[in-house]
């Protein structure tokens, strides 16, 4: 059964004793995120937290709990989908993506549970007023600063919220778009949207700049948890990542329409904040901010909302997530991606076994791919194809190993790779672009990419000496140590 709220889920990981609740009245200034990188970086990400006391700036306790680090962890993420392994939602596309319809009315007949479940996938809109619009605040009883937005790093810029769902609409076709973008709170009813130039929200705030026209924005904080991940997934612009939070959670995400604009925000939502962005106005200094890559991004300039009303809940959770130096919750949610768009990835690059982008590598630095090697130069060829397929674009180093390696350990990965090349002979440069927060990059989101070669080589690719089997005990053996070892005294 579907987790419905942000509440229901943090009932569902106490259950499931991943859950620590914090009673001690902790400062949402810097304090919060050391506690919580403290336990981030704890074997398997440590619980999720709540911190019931949050202490604002003025000293004060906020009126609501922060839920942090509720997804970091593989049991956790599990939780938020219902499923046992997060391979299985990747199984499900992968059904859906091979559906053929059979020959003869029995073969047809079968087909109808599958079809039926792509049609419970798009969003539903509530009648009635939604249990986000509780409590609705307008014009001069906004107030930013009263909700519990966490300050990280202290070289931050201010209070950053950090687990959005930035609703937008493409002006010209009329497609929501769900985005989480960092945004800084500027004053009470003002914030600054930092959005990327590679960004489908940033996209349609171009647009509508050229136009002179203002864009409405809907801010949203804690949902049911498929919807929340979803704002992180990387959609074509074409796919709704309502319906796509749908499919993943086997039921419709619930809607309503906000009360200042037409846009739509999830029924169960904590926390909303409507507002505008005026193309006349001057774009806002926003940053630095201590981000995922582990370094700071510096200050540059975004564009300001306005917010004209917020809602909530009656009993609001603030939703936050804490970024830096990895591993953090961040790696959950990645991995995530990972698993259920693997089948996407092979739709289009077939020979493709698995991938894995390791903590260490924040994502966009290093990929792992392991591939079924049919002929030579296969593996540029898969280089070449992920380059081109969306966000991957920004892969900064691409690693290509056979299909035998285990790329999700990144030790194994690097031990076969790092013996199976000749780096002159099987390390390939290209030009492309790069991550708006590659700080090392030649210049602002452009800059070079390495594809890596490590396969086995074939005669064709210019080896031609004996290559070597890798060193494993014949199965013999190890099933009489199998046999043998609870009687040798040897704890391990």
Request: proline share 8%; net charge negative.
């Amino acid at each position: 059964m579907a987790i419905d709220s942000l509440r229901e889920f943090v009932a569902a990981i106490e259950k499931a004793g991943e859950l620590v609740r914090i009673k001690e009245p902790i400062r949402t200034r810097l304090e919060m995120a050391e506690i919580t990188d403290r336990v981030m970086k704890s074997p398997g990400g440590g619980p999720g937290l709540l911190f019931e006391r949050p202490v604002l700036a003025d000293g004060s306790v906020a009126a609501m709990p922060v839920g942090i680090n509720l997804f970091g962890s593989m049991r956790r993420m599990e939780i938020a989908f219902g499923v046992e392994r997060l391979d299985d939602i990747g199984g499900r596309i992968s059904e859906l993506l091979n559906l053929k319809v059979p020959d003869g009315l029995f073969g047809k007949l079968a087909m109808l549970p599958k079809l039926a479940e792509v049609a419970k996938f798009p969003p539903r809109t509530r009648s009635g007023r939604p249990s986000c619009q509780d409590v609705v605040f307008k014009g001069d009883q906004i107030d930013l600063t009263r909700l519990p937005v966490l300050t990280t790093w202290p070289m931050d810029g201010g209070p950053f919220i950090t687990f959005p769902m930035v609703i937008t609409e493409d002006p010209s076709r009329g497609i929501r778009n769900v985005g989480m973008y960092r945004v800084q709170v500027m004053g009470k009813d003002t914030v600054a949207m930092h959005w990327q130039r590679h960004k489908v929200g940033a996209a349609h705030w171009r647009e509508m700049a050229e136009k002179g026209e203002k864009m409405p924005v809907v801010i949203a904080l804690g949902a049911d948890p498929a919807a929340m991940y979803s704002a992180s997934a990387p959609l074509p612009p074409t796919i709704d990542e309502f319906i796509f939070a749908g499919f993943l959670r086997k039921s419709p995400v619930e809607l309503a329409k906000a009360v200042t604009c037409d846009l739509e925000v999830p029924a169960e939502a904590d926390i909303v904040l409507e507002g505008y962005i005026d193309p006349a106005e001057p774009l806002v200094l926003e940053g630095p901010f201590g981000d995922h890559t582990g370094f700071y991004s510096l200050a540059d300039y975004y564009p300001a909302v306005h917010i004209t009303c917020v809602t909530m809940r009656k009993d609001p959770i603030y939703p936050a997530t804490l970024v830096g130096r990895p591993p953090m919750e961040d790696y959950y949610l990645g991995h995530a991606t990972e698993r259920i768009f693997l089948p996407l990835l092979k739709l289009t690059t077939p020979e493709i076994v698995d991938y894995h982008m390791p903590a260490c590598g924040i994502f966009h630095n290093l990929v792992f791919v392991s591939i079924d090697k049919q002929y030579p130069g296969q593996a540029y060829k898969v280089m070449n194809a992920m380059w081109g397929a969306g966000l991957m674009s920004l892969a900064k180093v691409i690693v290509v190993v056979d299909k035998h390696v285990n790329v999700r350990n990144p030790d194994e990965a690097w031990w076969i790779a790092l013996n199976n090349i000749d780096p002159e002979r099987d390390v390939r440069f290209s030009m492309g672009p790069v991550d708006v927060l590659d700080h090392a990059s030649r210049s602002f989101t452009f800059g070079s990419k390495m594809g890596i070669d490590g396969t086995r080589k074939w005669p064709e690719e210019g080896f031609t000496r004996e290559w070597p089997p890798l060193i494993e005990m014949d199965a013999d053996t190890k099933r009489r140590v199998d046999e043998l070892w609870p009687r040798l005294g040897i704890k391990a």
